[in-house]
């Protein structure tokens, strides 16, 4: 039988004194670059979705016939009033445009050419006609656009054509609502691979007609020299 006073008994029931480890800096400095390193990847992927793309967007591009296509348009926000379109263009389907996009609906009045393009950076289909199109013709248009949160549709006073179709880089001109690649290029477009911000929300401004900021400021007048001073006598 063992002693009530065996020290051995005792040390087992003795509680082990916690061990005090040093804090792991290193661990942790890694593990913040991990996490920043990966989060600028996120944070690049979600504004550049359609970028990378190229197999999609060569597909979608093979669909569709006498499809005219644009390469590395600006993509940089100005708040002021913008020339467009950039390379002949008209309407434009990308470059400079305003920090607000355009609502995607049905138009009856234009819209600007800066606000819509925003849209289209986000994977927007914009359809546009001239004032040769009858009533019955332009609802035939609505219904392509109508129910769908990435498409919109309004008049282009001076459009060359009846109809084009827009999407960011890319466009069809048509001369009856009845081309089938007007469809065409709407489901294969809408959310498509060519948009560098796919899924970014098309909901912003409903106005109608130019863009409502100021212009451009002008360049200030060079300072005018300042007379010599005459010698007094």
Not at 86 to 107: F, L, R, W
Request: with cysteine; aromatic share 6%; proline share 9%.
């Amino acid at each position: 039988m063992a002693k009530k006073n065996n020290p051995v008994a005792k040390a087992r029931t003795r509680k082990v004194a916690p061990v005090k480890k040093p804090f792991p800096v290193g661990f942790a400095i890694a593990s913040l670059v991990l996490v920043v390193f990966l989060g600028s990847i996120i944070t690049y992927s979600a504004r550049n979705q359609g970028l990378g793309d190229t197999s999609s967007l060569k597909y979608a591009q093979s669909q569709v016939d006498d499809l005219t296509t644009y390469k590395d348009l600006k993509r940089d926000h100005k708040q002021f009033a913008l020339s467009h379109p950039d390379d002949d263009q008209v309407p434009p389907t990308g470059g400079e445009h305003n920090a607000t996009p355009q609502s995607c609906q049905v138009y009856d009045k234009a819209i600007a050419n800066e606000h819509a393009i925003h849209s289209l950076e986000h994977g927007a289909v914009w359809i546009t006609y001239n004032g040769d199109l009858s009533k019955a013709e332009i609802d035939k248009l609505k219904k392509v656009v109508e129910g769908d949160p990435s498409r919109m549709l309004s008049p282009y006073p001076g459009l060359k054509s009846p109809i084009s179709v827009q999407a960011w880089g890319q466009q069809i001109f048509a001369t009856k609502t009845d081309d089938k690649r007007i469809k065409e290029f709407a489901e294969l477009f809408t959310g498509g691979p060519q948009a560098p911000e796919r899924n970014a929300t098309c909901v912003g401004t409903t106005e109608t007609g130019p863009l409502k900021v100021a212009p451009a400021p002008a360049p200030s007048a060079a300072p005018t020299a300042a007379p010599a001073p005459t010698a007094s006598k």
